[in-house]
């Protein structure tokens, strides 16, 4: 399974933006905002500038009606 894996890889370098970033869409993809955010925002404390994790964070901020806190990710 593709969250095990990922699991596993955060369990090796648990201060990867990318990998956070990763687990966070796929957390998405299986419809839990509030795992994906948690994920977001760690990738985003270690990678403030990681793109990816600003675009997720705004589409999932803009999902729930968070429409100032979206747009400061998609600023």
Known sequence: ??????????????????????????LMAMNLPDEAIAHFERALRVDPADRFAHQRMGMLREARNEIERAITHYE
């Open 1 to 26: 399974e593709a969250l095990a894996t990922l699991q596993a890889a955060l369990k090796l370098a648990p201060d990867s933006a990318s990998t956070l970033t990763k687990t966070g869409t796929l």
